[in-house]
Every structure is written in structure tokens, then in C-alpha cells.
């Protein structure tokens, strides 16, 4: 084999795996961004956080055993969190209990979005140094969770909610 033929196989093995990866993308059957998770069926990490809006507070997971709830991860510096926000304000009108946790954020910016696009949040979790973040296994924003009556995490969905995303994934769990 002549030694200027390596190169060009090795490219074209190369080009014919990225196409089909670009392919199975394309089809819906791969998604990059789609890391699964083990907390799948296993009970929501029991965080404790300061309350955004009454630092005299705090947020727990266990305070809301007993009904399906959304916890949902997010942030001003996320363009997305901002793109799903009108979402999570018709959800929440909807009377969907969805507890947020405001993620390596400035307190001050938070409160001002809430103030200034709603707060779709029962209440909201102040978590600057990502410590129940980082039991959740979030490694961006916008995730949001389904979590069960019995406090079981039935879903994990990363990027914005909307209609589609809801229909499709959460929906059920709240008939």
C-alpha cells in the first residue's frame, strides 16, 4: 500500500463515521446532549437551601411528598431559562407545583427577573456553590424534574419546557 494512501483512508473513515453520527442525529435516534441519568426511579436528594425570596427560609425536597411536583434548575445568566420562563408561568397557573433552584447565580439579578417576568416557583432554592446541583447530577441549564408523590424522580428533562416537551413527557403524571 503506497504510504499516501493512509491519510486519505484514515479521512474518509473519519468522514463516513461523522456522517453516520450526523445521520442518527438527524433522525432523532442519537442526541449529543442527551446524558443519561441514575437517578431514574431512585428518591430526590433530600437539598436543603436558602429560600431566594425570605432568606430567613429554607427549601427542602421533602417538604413536598404527597403529590407530583417539578423541580426545575435555573438561571439569568441561561438564555434558555429565560426562553422557557412564560412556559413555567402557564404551567403554574395551571395550579403545576414546580419548585425552582436558582443555580451559580447573583441573588439580586435572580429576584429581579422574578420580579420583573413572574415567578412561576412555589418557592425557590438559592444554590450559589451548585451543592444540591451537583447531587442532582445537573451539568447545565435550563433541567427540570418530575418528581413523584412518593418523592421518586420519575424524569429528568434537559433544556426549556414548552408545550411539546410537556405534552409529551410530564403531562401524564399530573391527570
Known sequence: MNKAAIPLIVFLLMAGLFLFVLQKINTGEYDPRDIP??????KVPDFELVNLLDTNDTVKASDYLGKPWLLNVWGTWCAQCWKEHPYLMFLSRQDVPIVGINWRDDMAEARAMLK???????ETGFDPQSDAVMELGVYGAPETFLVDAQG???I???????????EEKFQPFFK
Open 37 to 42: 441519568t441514575e437517578l431514574i426511579d431512585q
Open 156 to 166: 429528568k428533562h434537559k433544556g426549556a419546557m414548552s408545550p411539546q416537551v410537556w
Open 152 to 154: 421518586m424522580i420519575k
Open 116 to 122: 420583573s417576568e413572574g415567578n412561576p416557583f412555589v
